[in-house]
């Protein structure tokens, strides 16, 4: 899916020092802004709002410790983990996703078309089921599942990349996991089978600190990576023999960022479960807002954790008391996005 | 010339002598009468053939005879409703493969199930809907809107309505759809109650009086089918032949849509979403018959009925004392054969 429109060539002031300029793009470093104060407002709106309303002052006396006990236990101990989870799991998803659409140079090849969520969703019940779960065990789960599923969608491919037939490919395989999905929770006990199935749901609820840490820090080890391999996956698009000529090592570059976002996906779905369509729609529009033309692996991550944060916001209080799994809100609205792209794009003729 | 012949072995399979055809069909309907014998012995409680032909023609000779009970009152209506259901879809299939000219059709991939389900939860959230001749007008109302929705989005553009742009348009649609439809459900507790009941896609715990309230939209629907045969077959050589032919296009077409969402929207009113059936069966009976309609929709229907008979058979023995609900089985066999189709050099139109 090339881009055909020409775009205007990036203005701004251009920082220089001794041995590097740096040219500074008025409207990333806008979008940038806006995007981190609507983060803070969603948070700001997350800690204050619920059954036990808060003042944001309140809130800030909590985190500094000048709170009363309870204000403390509902802002440590219950906001404050889910906002940040939001956040960590949204950037991972975000990354992850701008990491396999530049990887297939496809706009649909997000994980959750592509089954890869589904198969981390795979690989976490079979821990749950196995060997009982716990956080490492469905972690390690997940990342097994997500790397197999990307290892049998690239096998069925057999080395073609290119168009729909990569989106075609990953809605078969998301079937038949789902069925073994369903195959499983149906084989185990009941206790289990709960256990399982309040995981599948993708929700932020009734999880802690335990997953925010482990999502942190692949996060803090991955993101650096991927950031690192995004100049080289753009020339990547150019194609492999361009890309070989300007002394990419294609082969090694390929594996590397694939496993990076394996990683991510897998991890984040082991988190909080399969949460739907952050990752195809956080790179998309960070592309749009961001006026960029590249996969933009931090801006997508960024987005990824304002969707997130602002799909539980909603959940929880559109219609409070009852509170809507994240994974609901981000997937009707993330169906009707995926709508909207084919539209404009088959619109516009590509 | 080499590329032209292949393609064409691609998208037409070979057609065989017509005693091949009818000797198959025969062949079919013997395994299928198998089958529904075998669905009447088998179960957590196995019954013996004689046992079984007893009760079918004695009817239960006393109050304890369990056996005969079990046959007639419970296993009875169950493969009826499965053989229904399956001859409707695999039909439906066949139709709409013909119709949009598109391999990869079937109600569960373009959505048009979701679509049902989600107007029978409308129905049961709005206007307190909870039996089953209330659930049909709805699922069918669901059923063309949503498949008018994507032919129009698929159909968007230059290119038009190409296999992989239906596929895709379904899959988007049907995505946001089920974020809806889960987002209700919890909402709304008696909904959701109403709603688990119907959505698995089984053929178990169901009103014995389901057949007999969609047997009348299923039997139109196949009546349709089986008459409109010789005019898809016109319509296969492309529209301008067609109306060469003195086929009226715009007629046909508008009949086939009618058909599909009365097979459609009716099985899924039965016995929620099945997908797949759709999508496999004619494709398995093409392999047989050739392109001739005539011949695809009397296979598609033997074919459909085995497959979904076959499936709720073995749903009921591999975990047992549980059941694995017939659109998981459905799925296991029916996703290989999308994957083997998208999988070809190009998706070729029918």
Do not use: K
């Not at chain 1, 960070?286 to 801006?299: C, D, H, K, S």
């Amino acid at each position: 899916m090339t881009t055909t429109e020409t775009r205007p060539l990036p203005t701004g002031p251009v920082v220089r020092t001794e041995r590097v300029s740096v040219r500074v793009r008025t409207r990333v470093v806008t979008a940038t802004v806006a995007l981190l104060v609507a983060a803070a407002v969603l948070g700001a709106l997350a800690m204050t709002l619920g059954d036990y309303q808060l003042s944001v002052g309140q809130v800030i006396g909590a985190l500094t410790g000048s709170g009363s006990r309870a204000q403390e236990y509902v802002v440590l101990g219950l906001r404050a983990p889910r906002v940040v989870l939001a956040l960590v799991v949204g950037a991972a998803l975000g990354v992850g996703g701008a990491v396999f659409q530049s990887l297939a140079r496809n706009n649909l090849a997000s994980p959750d078309l592509l089954g890869f969520t589904t198969g981390a969703a795979s690989g976490a019940l079979i821990a749950i089921v196995l060997v009982g779960g716990g956080p490492a065990g469905t972690t390690i789960g997940a990342i097994a599942g997500t790397l197999v599923t990307a290892v049998v969608v690239q096998a069925l491919l057999g080395g073609a990349v290119g168009g729909y037939r990569l989106v075609l490919v990953g809605i078969g395989v998301n079937a038949v996991l789902a069925a073994f999905n369903n195959f499983l929770i149906l084989r185990t006990d009941l206790s289990t089978a709960v256990a399982a199935q309040s995981w599948l749901v993708g929700t932020l609820n009734g999880r802690g600190w335990t997953q925010v840490v482990v999502v942190a820090i692949a996060l803090a080890v991955l993101v650096p990576i991927a950031a690192a391999g995004s100049r080289r996956l753009d020339l990547l698009g150019m194609g492999d023999d361009v890309a070989r000529g300007l002394g990419v090592a294609v082969e090694r570059t390929r594996v590397t960022t694939l496993l990076v976002g394996v990683a991510l996906v897998g991890v984040a779905t082991a988190a909080v479960g399969p949460v739907a369509f952050v990752a195809l729609a956080a790179p998309q529009l960070a592309r749009r807002i961001m006026g960029t033309t590249g996969p933009g692996v931090l801006a997508a991550g960024l987005l990824g954790a304002v969707l997130l944060l602002a799909g539980d916001v909603l959940g929880q209080h559109l219609a409070a008391p009852t509170q809507f799994p994240a994974g609901t809100m981000t997937a009707a609205v993330g169906g009707l996005y995926l709508v909207w792209l084919l539209a404009r794009e088959w619109r516009a003729g590509r | 010339m080499t590329a032209t012949a292949t393609r064409a072995e691609e998208s037409a399979p070979p057609t065989r002598p017509v005693g091949v055809r009818a000797g198959g069909l025969v062949v079919a309907l013997v395994l299928l009468a198998v089958a529904v014998v075998a669905s009447l012995m088998v179960g957590s409680r196995g019954i013996a053939p004689g046992v079984v032909l007893d009760a079918l023609r004695y009817g239960p000779t006393s109050p304890t005879d369990t056996d005969a009970v079990i046959v007639l009152e419970q296993r009875l209506p169950r493969t009826l409703l499965g053989l229904a259901v399956g001859v409707a879809l695999g039909v439906a299939g066949a139709l709409m493969q013909a119709l949009t000219r598109n391999p990869l059709a079937d109600p569960g991939v373009l959505g048009i199930n979701w679509g049902a389900s989600a107007a029978i939860v409308a129905g049961i959230l709005l206007f307190g809907i909870t039996t089953l001749d209330g659930y049909v007008w709805f699922s069918l109302v669901g059923a063309a809107v949503v498949a008018v929705l994507v032919y129009l989005l698929g159909a968007t553009g230059r290119s038009g309505a190409t296999p992989a742009r239906l596929a895709l348009a379904g899959t988007a649609v049907g995505a946001s759809l089920q974020g809806v439809i889960y987002a209700v459900v919890l909402v709304d507790a008696t909904t959701f109650d109403q709603y688990r009941v119907w959505r698995v896609g089984s053929l178990t715990g169901r009103d014995p009086q389901a057949l007999v309230q969609v047997l009348p939209f299923l039997v139109v629907g196949i009546l349709l089918a089986l008459g409109l045969a010789r005019a898809l077959n016109a319509l296969a050589l492309g529209e301008e032949t067609a109306r060469a032919l003195g086929v009226r296009v715009g007629r046909i077409r508008a009949l086939t849509g009618l058909g599909i969402v009365l097979l459609c929207g009716g099985a899924t009113a039965a016995c929620g979403p099945i997908a797949f059936v759709g999508l496999a069966v004619p494709h398995l009976a093409r392999v047989v018959t050739g392109p001739d309609h005539r011949w695809v929709m009397p296979w598609s229907m033997a074919l459909g009925g085995l497959l979904v008979v076959c499936a709720d058979v073995v749903g009921r023995v591999v975990a047992i004392p549980a059941e694995l609900e017939v659109g998981v089985v459905t799925a296991f066999v029916g996703a290989p054969v999308f994957l083997a189709i998208a999988r070809r050099r190009r998706v070729v139109a029918l």
